[in-house]
């Protein structure tokens, strides 16, 4: 298992974007597949974006598709989600997700989770 530490989340205003990094620590961090989730007040976690031990398959929700991008530094043990053309309805508590097996577009693969970063989208 890693340890998964989120940052980069803040206020900002509609239209806008923000960067979200994840570090993991340990030394096993290419061996995971790794993806973005979110939670809203009152509603369920939502899968955003997944990918793939190496970087070179990803996945998207269609909610975010052409507005966010995943990516991986294998050598900075890192995750990010580059967020742009923001929007209220992207208000949420962030989190990155590990999953063991290197499966990323099912929730029910990942087994380890950071303590999340808010964004918070103003109109």
């Known amino acids: 298992q890693v340890q998964l530490v989120e940052s980069g989340g803040g206020l900002v205003q509609a239209g806008g974007s923000l960067r979200l990094s994840c570090a993991a620590s340990g030394r096993t961090f290419s061996r995971y597949a790794m993806a973005w989730f979110r939670q809203a007040p009152g509603k369920e976690r939502e899968l955003l974006a997944g990918?793939?031990?190496?970087?070179?398959?990803?996945y998207y929700a269609d909610s975010v598709k052409g507005r966010f991008t995943i990516s991986r530094d294998n050598v900075k043990n890192t995750v990010y989600l580059q967020m742009n053309s923001l929007k209220p309805k992207d208000t949420a508590d962030y989190y990155c997700a590990s999953s063991g097996s290197g499966y990323y577009t099912d929730m029910r693969y990942f087994g380890s989770w950071g303590q999340g970063t808010r964004v918070t989208v103003s109109s």
């Open positions: 990918i793939s031990t190496n970087g070179g398959s990803t």
